[in-house]
């Protein structure tokens, strides 16, 4: 695998955790929004990833060297649970019987995630550290 690569794929899951990170942002951002302009409470986004498709070149040089590709968001799906209900009559968005939705966003469930996704975010920016080093080195040896 060349360098090139290496950064292209690198680069391709950063900018997918990027997008991972921004979604749990809206989800703790949106943790207590009970009116959407949809209707009802805010619903939890999950971001889905998927490996990136190659051009044809691209697939063609994998084929002889090894198959190596990256990542790329496909979409982001709102989570389908009901929302949890409390009970708060002086809500101003509580039902007839003192009943709020709230939205199905799980405060440590989101923070672990963000972990997850800065370290993945973490180790990606390390091997892309590591092949420039790696290409620095390999341009001292011609001197």
Do not use: C
């Amino acid at each position: 695998m060349d360098l090139l690569n290496v950064f292209k794929i690198s680069s391709s899951a950063l900018n997918a955790q990027q997008m991972r990170l921004n979604t749990i942002s809206s989800n703790l951002a949106n943790v207590e929004t009970t009116k959407t302009p949809e209707g009802g409470p805010y619903r939890k986004k999950s971001v889905v990833f998927q490996s990136d498709a190659a051009s044809f070149s691209e697939q063609l040089d994998q084929r002889m060297k090894g198959a190596a590709q990256g990542v790329k968001v496909s979409r982001i799906l709102a989570d389908t649970t009901p929302p949890r209900t409390i009970y708060n009559p002086s809500h101003p968005d509580a039902d007839d019987k003192g009943y709020v939705a709230m939205p199905n966003v799980d405060v440590m469930e989101e923070m672990a995630d963000m972990l997850s996704a800065a370290r993945a975010y973490e180790a990606n920016v390390n091997t892309i550290q590591a092949a420039k080093r790696m290409a620095l080195k390999s341009l001292e040896i011609g001197r």
